[in-house]
Structures are given as C-alpha cells and as structure tokens.
C-alpha cells in the first residue's frame, strides 16, 4: 500500500460515517488507499476525474486540498452532503 497510513485512525470515522455497516479490515486497506488517489488531475492538455469536472467544484475542493486527495477528517463531512467541500466532492465524484 502507497500510504502506509495507520488503519485504526479509520475506524472511528468510518464507523462513524456509515454506521449501519461492519468496517473490515479490508474496507480499512481500500479507503486507505483510495485517500491516496487526487480527486482530480489535470496535465499538460489531458483532464482527469472521476464523473465530472467542474471548474468550481475543483476550485472548492482544492481551497482545502490543493493536491486533491482527501484526508479521513474529510470523510463524515462529505458523507452528510451538507457544506459547500461536501458538494463540491459529490459533483467530482458523481456528477450532475
């Protein structure tokens, strides 16, 4: 794994965040690794995301992360869809 990032600091908010779920070991290693990836990548004339690049959203996003990846403290807070960061994680993430 690229992040070597300590496992238990997730459980809580993971836990936390989807509490009707059982949070596996392997849930763990998969969030670890999926902080790892930026939400969005832009290079020389070539754009990536991963459903929807919006100029704003990504100016939002990048406010808080400006390399793109986001952090556990990040994960209740999107998961509730309520703040603006939120909102702007959901669009890249899912679209219109």
Same mark, same amino acid.
């Given at each position: 794994m690229a992040s070597e990032f300590p496992l238990a600091l997730?459980?809580?908010p993971l836990t936390q965040w989807s509490k009707n779920a059982s949070?596996?070991?392997e849930a763990l290693k998969w969030t670890d690794w999926?902080?790892?990836?930026?939400?969005?990548?832009?290079? +020389?004339?070539?754009?990536? $995301?991963h459903a929807c690049w919006? =100029? +704003?959203?990504?100016?939002? $996003?990048a406010k808080r992360?400006? =390399?793109g990846p986001l952090r556990v403290e990040d994960l209740l807070e999107v998961s509730e869809k309520?703040?603006?960061?939120?909102?702007?994680v959901e669009r890249l993430t899912s679209g219109p």
């Open positions: 997730l459980k809580a949070v596996t070991p999926f902080l790892t990836l930026p939400l969005w990548l832009e290079l +020389d004339g070539f754009r990536l $995301v919006v =100029d +704003d959203a990504i100016a939002t $996003v992360r400006p =390399d309520k703040t603006k960061f939120a909102k702007a």
